[in-house]
């Protein structure tokens, strides 16, 4: 008999989840026995993902969503409590940044717009999964932070600010909904091999401007997607029961 997978029955909504981090997460996620709601901006994207998830045997749905607008994420919620009759693990991942550049020349649509989708969309998650995990008397917040957050490079000023919001909103909410049973961790990964590689680096990917980079990590290598998918595991699953308010680098040392 085949052991059940380390997240076996759980249900997860990961947001972001059609490309990057978020897509590696799901993936991972369903192999560990979890039912997945692919969420995404994207809805060719999710579907993408959800297509490949369900034709590898597993059970997923996905969802299009604005992550900083609360009547898409009410039903986002809604739509997996239809589905899967409860949600465990609510991953907050969708992020977007601004190019590495001067802190003014950013403009402040663009600076509104990046912290509607990187700090208010956890607050919108709150409003929207905290009354389910409260009935269910459990529930599982994965936040998705940066290194950003704990060493902060020129040039990503206010994309640095929005990952510190995220780790002192993650560490506010662990100790808050502890007394629920609800839990509340973030992940800080380090710059990765995904399609916001450039936008953080403000140049071409090159292999000079890729050496710069991978100087200031110790383990010498860029942050892969199956890096933080691995960690939101652990995160997630069930013996990580007495784990809450950690913000955990994934980042070759780079923090250190």
């Known amino acids: 008999m085949q052991t059940p997978g380390r997240l076996h029955d759980l249900v997860a909504i990961v947001t972001g989840g059609g490309s990057g981090f978020g897509e590696a997460m799901c993936h991972a996620f369903a192999r ?6 692919v969420a995404d901006l994207n809805a060719d994207s999710a579907a993408r993902v959800t297509a490949a998830l369900t034709a590898a045997g597993h059970t997923a749905i996905s969802f299009r969503v604005d992550v900083a607008k609360s009547p898409e994420m009410r039903d986002l919620v809604q739509a997996a409590l239809d589905r899967f009759g409860r949600i465990d693990v609510m991953v907050n991942n969708a992020g977007i940044s601004h190019a590495n550049q001067p802190m003014l020349n ?8 990046l912290f509607q989708v990187n700090v208010k ?3 919108l998650s709150a409003v929207h999964c905290v009354p389910v995990f409260r009935k269910q008397k ?5 936040n998705i932070g940066s290194t950003a957050a704990v060493r902060p490079r020129p040039g990503l000023c206010w994309y640095n600010g929005s990952k510190g919001a995220v780790t002192l909103i993650t560490k506010s909410m662990a100790v808050e909904l502890a007394p629920d049973n609800i839990r509340a961790n973030s992940l800080n990964p380090a710059i990765a091999d995904t399609p916001l590689l450039t936008t953080f680096m403000g140049a071409a990917d090159t292999p000079e401007n890729r050496a710069r980079f991978l100087a200031s990590i110790p383990l010498g290598r860029l942050c892969q997607a199956t890096d933080v998918a691995n960690a939101a595991v652990f995160l997630a699953e ?14 070759g040392g780079r923090c250190i």
Do not use: K, N
């Open 138 to 142: 459990s529930g599982c917040f994965i």
């Open 106 to 113: 950013v403009t402040e649509e663009f600076f509104d717009r």
């Open 32 to 37: 560990e026995g979890a039912r997945l709601v």
């Open 121 to 123: 969309s956890i607050y």
């Open 238 to 251: 069930r013996s990580s029961s007495f784990i809450t308010g950690v913000c955990m680098e994934v980042d």
